[in-house]
Every structure is written in structure tokens, then in C-alpha cells.
């Protein structure tokens, strides 16, 4: 028999001790019993600015004093008005309208939503289907959830969920590995392929993630990537949905992890590091030219929620923003990145770790039966959620992820340290992987090569 977490907390797994967390600052976190655990992964990617900053929660306080909340539906506040403005300056091409929100989930929701109404609006409402990679994740929201592409999810939900186009993740366990110049997949041509069978006056957006989050890895497409996409996108007046809630607010080393490739979205979802985890805070970036439409038609966008614009998040937000410029950390986060992928380049030569990738810092590290041919290890042996067991055990923190080789086989691990990691942190990153990695094979019994 399962036992349990005690209390009335109805945690999100049942089976498993939650270890209570008193304090946190920078990279590190401490549980009541005074152990401290070295965070990695920035909780789930999103405490970018690390843990205990002073200055934000100052921020916050004060605006809460002042007003803490508001009907975003009637009222604006100093704090939303300044995030946009602060945040509409570092966002791509013509990005230069904010919709503030709770969660990535609600920004995915509300972003698809927004290009399906943009279509109606626009005379068009044939336009009503969505692409999206495969593996990928947007959100566990209803039609986020079905813009995502996780096997485990449909079993329960699929009667619920939207038909959703599939075409494979680029340079993602490809056979090519991105370097064939006539790989539909990794170059991008697949897009259009499926745009035609689904016919092209019927498809309203194209959604995916400039660099893969945990379903792929961290995997980085080919440069010219999305501008296929992009060429692609426009030829069948498809709207263009970038999800830079996982990758974006300065993640992999820019502002945006779309920027290097030297396109701009249509639409743009930012969520987990633009509050640092202070604060539930997530959002849309549209263009004047899809929001104009809706101002002469119906005059709002269908889509609303009870903390959309709240004023002490946004204050977290602006606070945030406002640090990462100052601070030039989102610099920081370029520099320390190529450091950090050096060091994680050791983990190679580790038994059953497969590709090491990622951008920044952010980074993926498979774990496979042969590192030779990328095989996965057996679904049976859970060796993703041991590891993230024995590392939790040896005071590291990671994310896990499953079933992104196949529907059900596959195991990797995230690692998304704070911008202020020292490279003495990253040192002991890698070693606490290290350990971590042999505890588990040997917990499991998996032979070593």
C-alpha cells in the first residue's frame, strides 16, 4: 500500500515525501531539518535570479501596500503598464503589446485562442487548425494540453483534447542529426507538407518552442530552421506562435531564444522566468497589427482570468526585468553557458549517458541504453524518476522527463541553474550528477558498458 504524504495538502504525487523547504538563497535551498539541496533546475525552470532576492520581494511588498489587486477587465495599474513597456523593449520586431497572465498553460491557452479569433475577425474563419512538433509540451490547459504531445496525457484525456498537426521535432533523434541539407525534418520543409495536406485555408497557427524544453532535451534546431518556418508561415498566412515560456526571458544566453535565428513570431508566450518565481506571472506578446484587428470587430479578446494583470505579480515582474538589465545577467547567462556546457561535456564519458545539449543555461542530458546508437533504456526500470530520486538524496535538484524517444520509452534530465550560479556551483553540479548517475545504475542493477 501506497503511504501517503501526511497533512491535507493534496500533492501532485501521492507516494513520495515532500521535504519541507524553510529557506532559500542564491542556488541553494534548506529543508527544516537543515539539509541543503543545490537547485539546478531552478525549481521547474523558472528561478532564474535564484533563490531569497531581496530586492524583489521588496518590490512586491510595496506594491501590495499600495494595491494588490484589480479587475484587469476594468482597471490598469502603474506596475502592468511599466512591465510592458520595460519588457516590450527587449522583445523582437513588432512584439510590442503585453497580455499578463498567471501560468504558461493560460498563456499557450490564450495566445491559440487569440490567432483563432484574429481569423474570425479577419474574415477567415475557415482558419481554424493548429501544428505543433512532436515531442513537445505547451501546457496542461485543455487545448494547451492538446498542442502538446505527451502519450501518457492522451490516455486519459483524449476524448477531451483538439485534433492537433504533428510534424517531428528538427534535429531531435533524426537519423541526419541536423546536418542533411534535404532532411524535411530537421530543415523544416515538413511544415509545409503537412500545412498542404491539411490544407492551407484551414490552418490558423503554428506553435513550437524556439529551443526544446523537457521533451526534447534542450534540443537547438539548424540555424536556418525557422526561417524556413518563417518563409513557410507567411506563403500560407499561417500565424507563427513562438513558446519562449520554458526557453525565453533570457534562458539560453538572449533575451529571446528566437533571436538568433533572425525571425519574428507573430505571437510569443513568456511565462516562468519573467517573475523569477516570485510570483505566478506569464504572458502574450502580440503585434499592433493582429491586436488592431480586434479593436474594429469585437472590441476584446475572448479570453479572461481572475488574476490576469495582477498588480503585485507584474510589480515581481517589472522588479525582475529590471534586475536582468541592470545587472546584465542575461549577458552573464551567455558567457557562464558556454562554461557550463564545457564542464557538462565530461558527463560523456559517463555509463548510458547519451546526447548532452542545450543552449545557454539550459541543458538536456539523455540517458540511454547505448550511447552509441541512442537506444532507450527500458520504460520497466523508471531510471529517469531514480535518478531524480538518488540526486534529490546527494542534495541536487533536476527535472525528469519520460517517453519523449517513442511515446513511452526515453529518459533525460534538465538542468537550468540561476543566472548567479558560480562555476564552482557548476563544478558541483557535475559532480553531484556524477554520483547520482552511479547511485541509480547500481540501485537498478543496470550493467555498466
Not at 102 to 112: C, F, I, T
Not at 325 to 344: I, N, P, Q, S, W
Request: hydrophobic share 45%; charged share 20%; proline share 6%.
Amino acid at each position: 500500500m501506497h503511504q501517503y504524504p501526511a497533512g491535507h495538502v493534496f500533492y501532485r504525487k501521492l507516494n513520495q515525501p515532500f521535504p519541507e523547504i524553510v529557506r532559500g538563497e542564491g542556488c541553494w535551498l534548506e529543508d527544516v531539518d537543515g539539509k541543503r539541496y543545490l537547485d539546478a533546475v531552478g525549481g521547474a525552470f523558472v528561478a532564474s535570479l535564484g533563490h531569497g532576492d531581496a530586492g524583489i520581494a521588496d518590490a512586491m511588498a510595496a506594491q501590495a501596500r499600495r494595491v494588490a489587486y484589480v479587475n484587469g477587465t476594468a482597471f490598469t495599474t502603474d506596475a502592468a503598464e511599466q512591465l510592458a513597456t520595460e519588457l516590450a523593449a527587449t522583445l523582437p520586431g513588432d512584439l510590442d503589446h503585453l497580455y499578463f497572465l498567471s501560468s504558461g498553460s493560460e498563456a499557450v491557452e490564450a495566445a491559440l485562442k487569440l490567432a483563432r479569433q484574429y481569423w474570425v475577425e479577419h474574415g477567415r474563419p475557415e482558419k481554424h487548425k493548429i501544428v505543433a512538433l512532436a515531442p513537445a509540451y505547451h501546457g496542461n490547459t485543455l487545448l494547451a494540453l492538446s498542442a502538446s504531445a505527451r502519450e501518457h496525457y492522451k490516455t486519459i484525456f483524449g476524448d477531451w483534447l483538439v485534433d492537433v498537426i504533428r510534424v517531428p521535432v528538427p534535429c531531435y533523434r533524426c537519423a541526419c542529426g541536423g546536418t542533411d541539407g534535404t532532411c524535411a525534418t530537421c530543415t523544416g520543409t515538413a511544415l509545409e507538407d503537412a500545412i498542404l495536406r491539411a490544407g492551407p485555408g484551414t490552418v490558423a497557427a503554428f506553435i513550437a518552442e524556439p529551443v526544446g524544453g523537457s521533451s526534447t532535451g534542450a534540443a537547438v534546431p539548424r540555424p536556418d530552421y525557422f526561417r524556413v518556418v518563417r518563409e513557410i508561415c507567411d506563403r500560407h498566412e499561417v500565424l507563427f506562435v513562438a513558446d519562449e515560456v520554458l526557453c525565453g526571458a533570457g534562458r539560453t544566453g538572449t533575451w529571446w531564444a528566437i533571436e538568433p535565428f533572425g525571425v519574428v513570431p507573430d505571437l510569443m508566450t513568456i511565462g516562468k522566468g519573467i517573475a523569477a518565481g516570485y510570483a505566478p506571472l506569464s504572458g502574450v506578446a502580440a503585434p499592433r497589427r493582429i491586436v488592431d484587428v480586434l479593436a474594429a470587430g469585437s472590441g476584446s479578446l475572448l479570453h479572461a482570468q481572475t488574476f490576469s494583470f495582477h498588480p503585485v505579480a507584474c510589480a515581481a515582474g517589472l522588479a525582475t526585468v529590471r534586475a536582468l538589465k541592470t545587472r546584465r545577467l542575461v549577458e552573464r547567462c551567455a558567457e557562464l553557458g558556454d562554461v557550463f556546457h564545457a564542464k557538462l561535456g565530461g558527463l560523456k564519458s559517463l555509463p548510458h549517458v547519451g546526447a548532452v545539449r542545450g543552449r545557454g543555461l539550459l541543458a538536456g542530458v539523455e540517458l540511454v541504453e547505448d550511447a552509441r546508437t541512442g537506444s532507450p533504456l527500458p520504460r520497466s526500470l523508471k531510471v529517469a524518476e531514480t535518478f531524480t530520486a538518488r540526486a534529490r538524496d546527494a542534495g541536487l535538484m533536476v527535472w525528469p522527463n519520460v517517453g519523449h524517444a517513442d511515446g513511452t520509452n526515453g529518459d533525460l534530465v534538465m538542468l537550468a541553474p540561476p543566472f548567479i550560479v558560480t562555476e564552482t556551483e557548476l563544478d558541483e553540479i557535475v559532480a553531484r550528477f556524477g554520483v547520482a548517475l552511479e547511485r541509480t545504475l547500481s540501485a537498478l542493477a543496470v550493467p555498466v558498458p
